[in-house]
């Protein structure tokens, strides 16, 4: 396995350099200056001119390319324009948060979804099945965006149960976990939904093969079918949205930290975009490309586990 994963990370390398340029080239390419921005009002020619040198963007793009590449193979990011800090200690600062945020939104999506399709599965064309398809259905068709509004309006606003916006601080856990609940559910929504659906899909495929019927005809309960011989080979397709599911995890935490008003990486991501903040537009999204990247392998090397047949070569 050890060959594996050398040749896996060896090709993070190219990936990352091709997100790194196309960020790069693209957030350039927007329209709107950064000087004029961030002066507002009070901009005029020799001021922002100004900016602009001591940013280096007066300089030709592939010089400026050459530099950005130099001091992120150095672990500089550089300083962002909006607040004068190194864009690294911002990123450090809301890192925690947006972890915090997907973890949750995957354990409830695992621990929900799984179960539901196992349930599923087992009482196939009854009330519980159409239950979980008509479930899935809507939360697949919802965007997390409608369903963190619908959250807020009747749990924070009529209920009162939780708190509507923040992520609360580490130094108070209860604090923590009461902030994180509602938008963990909405970025969580439609991956439980594919998870719900393609678990009861492979399951009810397991077992109705050959091994699982001589399993039951040798007298074996059927909890010990289902879970010790059917649901471990049905496993493997729902490690490989998982895999996928990791974009989509990652991806959502940028538009529901905006609807919760959390300090995570996506409403910091936001908001440089919206001030042309290059630099740490830059950087958010080579730490969200990197957790994708790290995701998807700690997935394909998760393949092993759950199959022993696997052998990575």
């Given at each position: 396995m050890r060959p594996y994963i050398v040749r896996r990370v060896l090709l993070i390398i190219p990936l990352i350099w091709g997100v790194v340029s196309s960020v790069f080239l693209?957030?350039?390419?927007?329209?709107?200056?950064?000087?004029?921005?961030?002066l507002g009002p009070f901009a005029t020619q020799a001021r922002e001119e100004g900016l602009r040198h001591m940013w280096g963007l007066d300089?030709?793009?592939?010089?400026?390319?050459?530099?950005?590449?130099?001091?992120?193979?150095?672990?500089?990011?550089?300083?962002?324009?909006?607040?004068?800090?190194?864009?690294a200690y911002q990123i450090v600062s809301a890192l925690p948060f947006t972890v915090v945020l997907g973890l949750a939104a995957l354990v409830i999506a695992i621990g929900a979804g799984v179960p539901l399709g196992i349930v599923a599965a087992v009482r196939s064309d009854t009330a519980a099945d159409r239950l979980s398809l008509i479930l899935s259905l809507l939360l697949?068709?919802?965007?997390?965006?409608?369903?963190?509004?619908?959250?807020?309006?009747?749990?924070?606003?009529?209920?009162?149960?939780?708190?509507?916006i923040g992520a609360g601080t580490f130094a108070q856990p209860a604090s923590l976990v009461a902030?994180?609940?509602l938008p963990a559910v909405a970025l969580s929504a439609?991956?439980?939904?594919?998870?719900?659906?393609?678990?009861?899909?492979?399951?009810?495929?397991?077992l109705r093969d050959d091994y699982v019927r001589t399993a039951r005809a040798k007298g074996l309960a059927r909890r010990v079918v289902v879970y010790r011989h059917a649901l471990r080979n049905a496993m493997l397709p729902v490690l490989s949205i998982l895999g996928l599911a990791a974009g989509e995890v990652v991806g959502g935490t940028v538009v529901i930290e905006t609807v919760f008003a959390r300090p995570g990486i996506g409403s910091l991501l936001v908001g440089s975009v919206t001030g042309r903040d290059y630099v740490q537009v830059q950087a958010c999204v080579i730490v969200l490309a990197v957790s994708f990247v790290v995701m998807n392998l700690v997935t394909d090397l998760?393949?092993?586990?759950?199959?022993p047949r696997i052998q990575y070569q």
């Open positions: 693209v957030v350039h390419l927007l329209p709107g200056d950064p000087a004029a921005v961030l300089q030709p793009l592939p010089v400026q390319y050459v530099h950005y590449l130099g001091n992120v193979l150095s672990g500089n990011f550089g300083v962002s324009f909006l607040t004068g800090q190194p864009a697949v068709s919802a965007p997390n965006f409608l369903v963190g509004i619908v959250l807020l309006i009747f749990f924070a606003g009529k209920l009162g149960w939780l708190p509507s902030h994180t609940v439609g991956l439980l939904a594919y998870l719900t659906r393609i678990t009861r899909t492979t399951l009810l495929s397991v998760c393949y092993a586990a759950v199959d």
